[in-house]
């Protein structure tokens, strides 16, 4: 028996191969298909929850601002009633104002100034009279 030659192939397990690159393909679909699935699923629940919150949201801001147009309406009728010439001239001559006289109003043309200058005459703002040195004859 020794140096008998056998004409049979031996095969002692029945292993079957598979095209691997069949069942990675197989693989990927049916991973893919699950996650299409679930991003479907996912936006048929998000997107009409998220637009019904922004209605919500539009709602709320519509409302907040009626409530300020309103608010604003009445602080200009009080703006308007406190500013009225009728109620500043009563109240001047309440504190003891005393009237205007258009012939001591001086106006002075901030064009041709500048900041610095401005400033200092706003700040310094003072009677005609006031305004000339002790020495001067009138």
Known sequence: ???QVIDRK???????HRNRDESTREIIYVVLGI?????????????PNRLVALDYQM??????????EQER???????CALTAPD?????ARRLGFKPLDLA????????????GQAERLAMNAAPAD???PSGEAR
Do not use: C
Not at 73 to 79: F, G, P, R, V
Not at 104 to 110: E, G, K, L
């Open 1 to 3: 028996m020794v140096g």
């Open 10 to 16: 031996v095969s002692n397990y029945r292993v079957k």
């Open 35 to 47: 996650i299409l699935i679930f991003l479907l699923g996912l936006g048929y629940i998000y997107i």
């Open 59 to 68: 709602e709320q801001a519509k409302a907040e601002l009626g409530r300020l």
């Open 73 to 79: 309406s009445a602080i200009q009728m009080m703006e």
């Open 87 to 91: 109620r500043l001239e009563a109240e």
């Open 104 to 115: 001591q109003v001086h106006f002075v043309d901030t064009s041709r100034l500048s900041a």
């Open 130 to 132: 006031a305004a000339k």
